[in-house]
């Protein structure tokens, strides 16, 4: 008799008998299921899986396509792979280093020992459409990791061998296109015909891989000028080459020989001089009276704001503080959105003809009683509490429409100093595996929001989708008007992370959606070796989430 086992279908939501040993491939077929764009990957029993994985019990599987965040993950490193294939063939003992989400694509570093060229470009595009159109399978492979580290050993890819050696790890995945070998992070595709779209085009000194959109998997995403978002990317670059601290490997490296104190320090001193820069910036601009600080969820803003403020205080001015949430308008007046519901987050939200009014009169020495927002009521109230501009004094105003231009349209220019703070994660795992910025910031926020608000992790992965497309409506478009750009992620940050965010993450539990996401970002802290947080001082920007800050929140 037949051994089968029974698949719960969450696409479909029917239950039917398997062979056992399936792979999710099969299972696909076997439903009779069809997806325009996909499947990529599967959730099986809450963990996302490749198409390679054989089912041996009963489980619950979800298909999943090019509309999902863990779809496009595993398109992307398919990507990846077939690219960093194609350029050791045509260009064998270069390495290719996977670096900066940039433009709606990567950045990738090919180090040719020379200015790459339109026509390296176009060689290596050419030669990747042809390993996808030759349907070659990618398989999956299980070695002991001491086997791992000699085959990546003799392949020469030093950042893979310190990884695997500090891991500590009994047994490790690697993946082989037609006998080129690579090791990635999470799932991938399972033959190279299935990348059905890229774009590959030369960006700086380097190359642009340029990917699907999620929203719309038949297009790529929209090729947009990042130039100060690379740069900021390329700065922290140079500071880790100096350090010798580009990858997960040198991190744990550093943790091991007992480095970790002189890494923290070294990464504080590094976020006081560029504050202490750009405070020296401002009190150059004489006409400036107006700090104007943006940033994501989790970006440290509030902290930037507040060590900010004592550098502009070493340079003679005196911050004074403005709070957005107060010029919200009445409730029944904001906008709502596309459910019907109230939209707090759109820009008109808040009384912009009353924020520029008051703004100019303050500029031009008039005394203005600022408004309160009443968020029992709804209602926008008298505060009683009047302020004049003294001329040694500048405003301090954070918010998430900080940087959008119909905020302050009514300022003149140059009264005005853009701050975008983010946390861009320069470290990476690997060559070839970069770390997701925004992985750091749900992390700070899994941890702020458990210690802080009382909110569980799983909640806050549950919100993280309309936390992020709310940024990817107010806040990224305007990114590149800011001034000047400041880092607000550490090299040893998520080291230090580690220790608070996994017990948090161990109390989501299997049999909701969002312990996909918290497996692996499990997953992930696997690799970090731990930096207890007594190391870092109350005056970090770290403190904002870990606690322990001696700044007021």
Same mark, same amino acid.
């Given at each position: 008799?037949?051994?089968?086992?029974?698949?719960?279908?969450?696409?479909?939501?029917?239950?039917?008998?398997?062979?056992i040993?399936?792979?999710?491939?099969?299972?696909?077929?076997?439903?009779?299921?069809?997806?325009?764009?996909?499947p990529?990957s599967?959730?099986?029993?809450?963990?996302?899986?490749?198409?390679?994985?054989?089912?041996y019990?009963?489980?619950d599987?979800?298909f999943?396509?090019?509309?999902?965040?863990?779809?496009?993950?595993a398109?992307?490193?398919t990507?990846?792979?077939i690219?960093?294939?194609?350029?050791s063939?045509?260009?064998p003992?270069k390495?290719?280093?996977?670096?900066?989400p940039?433009?709606?694509?990567?950045?990738?570093?090919?180090?040719l020992?020379?200015?790459?060229?339109d026509e390296?470009?176009?060689?290596?595009?050419?030669?990747?459409k042809?390993?996808?159109?030759a349907?070659?399978?990618? @398989?999956?492979?299980?070695?002991?990791t001491?086997?791992?580290?000699?085959?990546?050993?003799?392949?020469?890819?030093?950042?893979?061998?310190?990884?695997?050696?500090?891991?500590?790890k009994?047994?490790?995945?690697?993946?082989?296109i037609?006998?080129y070998?690579?090791?990635?992070?999470?799932?991938?595709l399972?033959?190279?015909?299935?990348?059905?779209?890229?774009?590959?085009?030369r960006y700086?000194?380097?190359?642009?891989?340029?990917?699907?959109?999620?929203?719309?998997?038949?297009?790529?995403?929209?090729?947009?000028?990042q130039d100060?978002l690379?740069?900021?990317?390329?700065?922290?670059?140079r500071?880790?080459?100096?350090?010798?601290?580009?990858?997960?490997?040198?991190?744990?490296?550093?943790v091991?020989h007992?480095?970790?104190t002189?890494l923290i320090?070294?990464?504080e001193?590094l976020?006081?001089?560029?504050?202490a820069?750009?405070?020296?910036?401002?009190?150059?601009?004489?006409?400036?009276r107006?700090?104007?600080?943006?940033?994501?969820?989790s970006?440290?803003k509030?902290t930037?704001?507040k060590?900010?403020?004592?550098?502009?205080?070493t340079?003679?001015?005196?911050? @004074?503080?403005?709070?957005?949430?107060?010029?919200?308008?009445?409730?029944?007046l904001?906008?709502?959105?596309e459910?019907?519901?109230?939209?707090?987050?759109?820009?008109?939200?808040?009384?912009?003809?009353?924020?520029?009014?008051?703004?100019?009169?303050?500029?031009?020495?008039?005394?203005?009683?600022?408004?309160?927002y009443n968020?029992?009521?709804?209602?926008?109230?008298?505060?009683?509490?009047?302020?004049?501009?003294?001329?040694?004094?500048i405003?301090? @105003?954070?918010?998430?429409?900080?940087?959008?231009?119909?905020?302050?349209a009514?300022?003149?220019?140059?009264k005005?100093?853009?701050?975008?703070?983010?946390?861009?994660?320069?470290?990476?795992?690997?060559?070839?595996?970069y770390?997701?910025t925004?992985?750091?910031?749900l992390?700070?926020?899994?941890?702020?929001?458990?210690?802080?608000?009382?909110?569980s992790?799983?909640?806050?992965?549950?919100?993280?989708?309309?936390?992020?497309?709310?940024?990817?409506?107010?806040?990224?478009?305007f990114?590149e008007?800011?001034?000047?750009?400041?880092n607000?992620?550490?090299l040893?940050?998520?080291?230090?992370i580690?220790?608070?965010?996994?017990p948090?993450?161990?109390q989501?539990?299997?049999?909701?959606e969002e312990?996909?996401?918290?497996?692996?970002?499990?997953?992930f802290?696997?690799?970090?070796?731990?930096?207890?947080?007594?190391?870092?001082?109350p005056?970090?920007?770290l403190?904002?989430?870990?606690?322990?800050?001696?700044?007021?929140?």
């Amino acid at each position: 008799m037949k051994q089968v086992v029974q698949i719960r279908c969450k696409n479909n939501k029917k239950s039917q008998n398997i062979s056992i040993g399936s792979s999710l491939s099969e299972i696909f077929f076997d439903f009779g299921l069809k997806m325009d764009f996909g499947p990529v990957s599967a959730r099986v029993n809450n963990k996302v899986e490749g198409l390679d994985f054989r089912v041996y019990h009963n489980k619950d599987v979800e298909f999943l396509d090019l509309h999902t965040s863990s779809g496009l993950r595993a398109y992307t490193r398919t990507l990846f792979f077939i690219l960093c294939k194609a350029a050791s063939e045509l260009y064998p003992d270069k390495k290719m280093v996977i670096d900066i989400p940039v433009s709606n694509g990567y950045y990738c570093d090919l180090q040719l020992g020379r200015a790459i060229t339109d026509e390296d470009v176009e060689r290596i595009s050419r030669r990747m459409k042809e390993i996808i159109d030759a349907k070659i399978p990618i @398989v999956r492979h299980e070695c002991t990791t001491e086997e791992a580290i000699k085959m990546f050993s003799d392949l020469g890819d030093t950042t893979k061998v310190k990884l695997l050696k500090s891991t500590g790890k009994l047994y490790t995945e690697y993946y082989d296109i037609d006998g080129y070998k690579d090791y990635y992070y999470g799932t991938l595709l399972v033959n190279t015909s299935q990348i059905h779209l890229f774009e590959l085009v030369r960006y700086y000194d380097g190359m642009l891989l340029r990917i699907p959109s999620q929203k719309d998997p038949s297009q790529l995403g929209e090729l947009i000028r990042q130039d100060k978002l690379f740069e900021i990317f390329k700065e922290h670059h140079r500071w880790q080459n100096i350090l010798g601290l580009r990858t997960i490997g040198d991190l744990n490296s550093a943790v091991e020989h007992r480095f970790s104190t002189d890494l923290i320090n070294l990464s504080e001193a590094l976020q006081e001089k560029k504050l202490a820069k750009i405070a020296d910036e401002i009190a150059s601009r004489k006409d400036v009276r107006m700090v104007l600080i943006a940033g994501p969820s989790s970006s440290g803003k509030t902290t930037t704001c507040k060590r900010l403020s004592i550098q502009l205080l070493t340079n003679g001015i005196k911050p @004074v503080g403005i709070s957005l949430d107060d010029y919200f308008v009445d409730r029944e007046l904001t906008p709502k959105d596309e459910s019907g519901d109230y939209d707090f987050e759109h820009v008109n939200a808040l009384n912009i003809p009353l924020l520029n009014e008051q703004m100019n009169a303050l500029f031009a020495g008039e005394e203005v009683e600022l408004p309160k927002y009443n968020f029992q009521t709804g209602k926008s109230e008298k505060s009683g509490k009047r302020l004049r501009l003294k001329d040694d004094e500048i405003l301090v @105003v954070e918010g998430i429409h900080a940087l959008n231009p119909t905020l302050t349209a009514q300022i003149p220019e140059e009264k005005k100093y853009r701050v975008y703070a983010s946390a861009l994660t320069t470290i990476l795992i690997d060559d070839h595996n970069y770390i997701p910025t925004t992985d750091n910031r749900l992390l700070r926020r899994i941890i702020r929001d458990y210690k802080y608000r009382g909110v569980s992790a799983q909640e806050t992965i549950r919100r993280w989708p309309s936390v992020r497309a709310g940024e990817n409506k107010w806040i990224f478009p305007f990114q590149e008007n800011a001034d000047v750009m400041f880092n607000t992620a550490m090299l040893f940050e998520l080291a230090v992370i580690k220790l608070q965010a996994e017990p948090i993450l161990e109390q989501v539990p299997e049999n909701c959606e969002e312990y996909a996401t918290a497996y692996r970002l499990k997953k992930f802290l696997k690799y970090i070796r731990p930096i207890a947080d007594r190391q870092v001082p109350p005056t970090s920007l770290l403190r904002e989430f870990l606690g322990g800050s001696s700044f007021k929140y």
